[in-house]
């Protein structure tokens, strides 16, 4: 059969709910925010897809898609320094670990 | 038919990837893994013919944002190779919850009728995407690269030790 | 509509030619013009028993380099002990597939020209990073992990004005394809390392600085971190990320000539006569301030790209922008 809009959409279905069994289910942060990373890329082929099959006169799924992109870099960035603050304080990276209020 | 068994296995390629990326007990396994990941996706991008897309996503994704976590996970691991248990107690729920999100949206993908259109993309969109940024999309141009800034500032604060 | 198996099989001829002329071209010729020209500037002959005049020198070392015992340390991870020095190798390949070589007839030879020529570029300098890390990581060794944690933030840093002076390039040639940026010059002075002179020279810094040469090598420094990340490789794989960073020095000095010495333009000789000219040059270049400049510091290092190439490639990139327009 031809290649389709559902192909694409069954994928990027596939992919965000593991990324989102990764959220739920990991003790480390830095997993945690991996599988925030795939969310965010199953979301941006689905912006793609759309933009080809369905209005592929303006450019607008494309350029949404590469807005997402940058955002998703600068929310890693912020995320991972907060890993990294929180490993220098509290000695941990494990979610479930970090429980109390005050240390 | 070439085309679709391109996105067969570049699909096959990303979701063995992310399967590894979501289950494996390795932390620096499991980041690498995303490597191949993120490239398959820059090949389904090629395969919707948004080649901007799809490069900027090597040179992003690829590239930066997982150097970026292999930093923080060789900066934060108590020792090389120590073996801590991954997954927290909610793995049961978690399969469910993602489970079921995930025939829910496959269910609702198959099932509508999607208006396709007609016309298609211009041969060469990375100069359509820069002029619809400069002309069009300018305020969302200037906006996302205000968050950029105030992101790159953020992350050096937070991360900075304290003296 | 497009002949599958045939482009399957191009797509095999190429990627074998093109590790043919590196594996001779960088690897073979390479090496022994850095330790020849390292010798006439220190004053002293390079190697000469081997061959006419050294001619073969590679070879030895090559056939000493495949003899040698192949060892994986006990405690290492051996999955992404062995993958790392792949990942080096083939993102230092994969960059050679946009640099067009010269024309023949009408024919310009390339790979692909793909209409992303220059991200396509950038994007495969930043992947050899992830295979540095990882070898760094895997070794399982404290300099190791050291070195390749070094090695990756002084090529992460170091992207940024690469990336910039690609993007005045691009700017001023209107194209992001290798093959249009080059024939958007013409002639002596209109080529680009004129009219953007800055960007040529930002280029050239920060491509030292991603291939780990002098003056920027700290993360291999042999008097600090033992061999950096690749201490406990031995013998094939060893070769193979030296392979690597050797075609990335080359595809870094063929770019300079696409992008700022006209490519294969010129006037009497054929096209790929003039593009290896040029090539040599650059890299002859390269060859000449390692052995001139002493090694910079960390800090050093790192101060320099954020606080010198990085605001000189914005101020460029307005300056172009204004110079376009009015």
Partial sequence: ?103 | MGQLAAFIILSAITLVATVVVVGSGNIVRSALSLVPAFLGITGIYILLQAEFVAGIQVLIYAGAITVLILFVIMLTEHGTGVRFRQVNEQVPLGMIAAGALGAFLIATFLTTPWPMATGSLPPYTASQIGTTFMTNMILVFEVTSLVLLVALIGAIVIARRER | MVNWPLEILKAFALAALMFTFLAIVAAMFGVLLERKIGGWIQSRLGPKHIGPQGLLQTLADTIKLLQKEHITPRAVDAAIFNTAPLIVAVAGLMSWIVIPFGTLGQRVLVVRDLNIGLVFFAGMASMTVIGILAGGWSSNNKYSLLGGLRSASQMVSYELPLGLALVAVAMEAGTLSTVGIVQAQGGWLGSLAFRQFPAFVIFLVAATAEVNRLPFDLPEAESELVAGYFSEYTGMRFALFQLGEYAEMFAMAAMATTLFLGGWKGPFLPPLVWFLIKMYAVVFLFMWVRWTYPRYRLDQLLNLSWKVLLPAGLIWILITGYRITF
């Avoid at chain 1, 959409?9 to 003790?27: H, K, W």
């Avoid at chain 1, 830095?30 to 199953?42: R, T």
């Avoid at chain 1, 890993?83 to 670990?97: F, G, I």
């Fill in chain 1, 1 to 103: 059969m031809q290649l389709g809009l559902v192909h694409f959409l069954i994928l990027s279905a596939m992919l965000f709910s593991l990324g989102l069994y990764a959220v739920l289910t990991r003790r480390n942060a830095v997993a945690i925010l991996m599988g925030i990373e795939l969310m965010l890329n199953a979301a941006n082929i689905n912006l793609v897809a759309f933009n080809k099959y369905v209005a592929p006169d303006a450019l607008n799924g494309q350029i949404f898609a590469l807005v997402v992109i940058t955002l998703a870099a600068c929310e890693a960035g912020v995320g991972l320094a907060l890993v990294m603050s929180a490993y220098r304080n509290l000695e941990t990276v494990h979610v479930d670990e970090i429980n109390v209020m005050k240390w």
